[in-house]
């Protein structure tokens, strides 16, 4: 039970990654708190980590809304004390196109989105992780030097996501709080089957990979369990690099 006694924070709970984490987070023992903007979804979530017999409840927030985002990690302290994980995976609405083919919104939507997102709930976990002296923020996403193109601005908002995290790491960490970004190159069974041309994406992501298989949803929760966990307590300000080598460092 690598999370026992641990209070994690989910946004995106009800999204295909994020609700992986919420499950893989309560089957290490976390209570999780899963937030977004749908109950339906959170609810479906819930349960399933309730017939597994781990503790859950949710809460409808938009990650977006400053207010809401500092009023929802304040009721989570008032409930349970305190809050040990942090790790914000909502969607941020990105237009995957050749950049010539994109208007300067669609452009810079995302980019402002996942920036805006990450600095709130960041800030509103710290707030409560400083007074701790110990929490971890995750971020998904990654980066560095290599990109495909008519992916519009999604690589250049990651980029931005890690400048963002390891600004975050070098303010958090003389209180004990660790901020770390997992990135996996593309999770086949995230993508909505209706796509045009799944398959052909699919087999894609596969090859781009050095394991000739790319990370599953499973993965991705059992990583962000170890990473979330104390086995961790050394990582901090830095990528986990789970593409099964699509992305090389």
Known sequence: ML??????????????IGGAVSRAFARAGARVVLAGRTQDRLDKV???IESDG?????????ALDEEAVTA?????????????ISFNLIGFGDVQRPLMELSVDDFTQPIATLMRTHFLTTRAAARHMINQGSGVVLAF????????AGIGSLKVAFDALEG????????LGRYGIRVVTLKTGGIPESIPDELPGMDEVVADLNRRT???RTATLTDVGDVACFIASDHARSITSTEINISCGAMVD
């Not at 999370?3 to 295909?16: I, M, R």
């Not at 781990?54 to 938009?62: C, K």
């Not at 929802?72 to 040990?84: I, K, M, P, Q, Y």
């Open 3 to 16: 999370l026992s006694k641990k209070v994690a924070v989910v946004y995106g709970a009800g999204g295909a």
């Open 46 to 48: 819930a349960d399933q």
């Open 54 to 62: 781990g503790a859950a409840e949710t809460a409808v927030v938009d």
């Open 72 to 84: 929802f990690a304040d009721s989570v302290v008032e409930r349970h004390a305190r809050v040990d």
């Open 141 to 148: 996403g990654g980066s560095g030097p290599d990109t495909i």
């Open 164 to 171: 963002q995290r390891r600004q975050w790491a070098y303010e």
């Open 210 to 212: 050095l394991l000739g």
